[in-house]
Every structure is written in C-alpha cells, then in structure tokens.
C-alpha cells in the first residue's frame, strides 16, 4: 500500500524554465510533508518542508504548493539549473510515525 | 552540521553471510532510521529507533534486525544474506520525535552474490 504517490518518475527541462513534481497522499492525519534532493553518491537532504496549515512556502527558486482538500502537493523549481539536476523525493508523516517516501522524481535540466 | 557516518561505502557479502552495517551520529539525536533504496522504489523503512535499545520495525523489517546499545550507533543487521537484499542502504537521525527533518549519511552500497 502505497501512501504517498509521486510523479512524474523523470523530468527533462531546459535551463531557466519551471521545474513540477506532484505527490498525492492518503491519510489525512499526516501534518508535516518535506521534500528531499538527492545527488549522485549522497544521501538525501532536506530541501523544504511545509505544514498543511499553510497553502504555499517558498525559499528561493523552490516553491511547495499544498491542497489539502484535494490531498496533493507539489514542488516548483522557478528558473531551473543545471545544478538542480538531482533525485527528489516527497514524504509525509504524523506525530509518531517515521517519514514515508515517495518513489523519486530524476530531474535532468539541460543546458 | 549534524553527521551521519555509514562506515563502510561499499560492501561485497556472499549469501549466507551475516552483515553488519554500521551508522554513528554525532549530534546527540535520538531517532535513527534504516532505510533502503531501490530505483522505482524510492525509500523504503526497515527500522527505526527512538532511543537506546528501543526499536521499532518499519515497512519492510523481514531479514533484518538491529541494535542499538549506544544513543549515537544504531546498526543493521542481515541475518543471513540473499541476492535480494542486494541495495543501497541509507542511515538518517533526527532530533524530533520521529520525523521533522532527518539527516542521512551517504550510504552503503551492499551487493549479495
């Protein structure tokens, strides 16, 4: 049972455009939804993190869009480089649980 | 900077064998995590851990075990390797009760032959 569905599985954009990665979740009680970037030969780092309290959160170039009624939420890279070319992942969890994953989206920004 | 050190990068174990991975933290956190990644698959939980010698098993805890005698080391175990648990291993702590923003070490890539 998959609780957090991420797509699309790969991303070719051209340098300076707009970079869009999906996930969907199931279970209403998660209260906290981070992304993470992975680059070859490293582990995972947070990249941002958003509440659903809250519709949208931006740091720099990324943006996280939440629709809690619609239980989605998506990362927006504005002006896409091709140091952003990584493995993202989208998780959830809850007060007493440890993060869940999803699948990972490889981004490739071409220069 | 919190680190998060898998001891070994890479590791070659013939089936059978019992494996041992590594991870020590240096930042006093008290959760720490095994995961596994596979492509397509993303991460995978094996276990976790919110204390010394307390632990819980995760989404995929069958083959495995772990230890966890000291706050800053938290090791997996492989019973007894298969070609199956061939993957790359990721290690991660956090300071929260579970969740809220984990620190991963790099990973040991384990291949059973």
Aim: proline share 4%.
């Amino acid at each position: 049972q998959q609780q957090v569905k991420q797509s699309p599985q790969s991303l070719i954009v051209q340098k300076g455009g707009i970079s869009i990665i999906n996930c969907a979740y199931e279970n209403t009680a998660f209260d906290y939804f981070p992304w993470y970037q992975q680059f070859p030969g490293k582990g995972p780092a947070l990249l941002i993190a958003i509440r659903p309290d809250v519709s949208e959160k931006k740091e720099g170039r990324f943006t996280i869009s939440f629709n809690k009624s619609a239980k989605q939420f998506s990362l927006h890279i504005m002006d896409s480089q091709p140091g952003d070319s990584a493995t993202y992942f989208c998780a959830a969890t809850q007060a007493g649980t440890a993060l869940i994953f999803g699948k990972g989206t490889t981004l490739s920004v071409s220069s | 900077d919190v680190k998060v050190t898998q001891s070994s990068r890479y590791l070659v174990k013939r089936t059978g064998e019992k494996v041992f991975l590594e991870c020590v933290q240096d930042m006093d956190h008290e959760n720490m995590f095994w995961y596994r990644q596979d492509p397509g698959l993303g991460l995978r939980l094996i276990y976790f851990s919110y204390d010394v010698k307390m632990k819980e098993k995760g989404d995929i805890p069958e083959g495995y075990s772990v230890s966890r005698e000291k706050k800053e080391r938290f090791s997996l175990i492989l019973e007894s390797a298969s070609t199956n648990q061939t993957s790359m291993y990721l290690c991660a702590s956090s300071i929260d009760w579970l969740g809220y923003g984990y620190t991963f070490g790099s990973g040991t890539r384990l291949t059973v032959v």
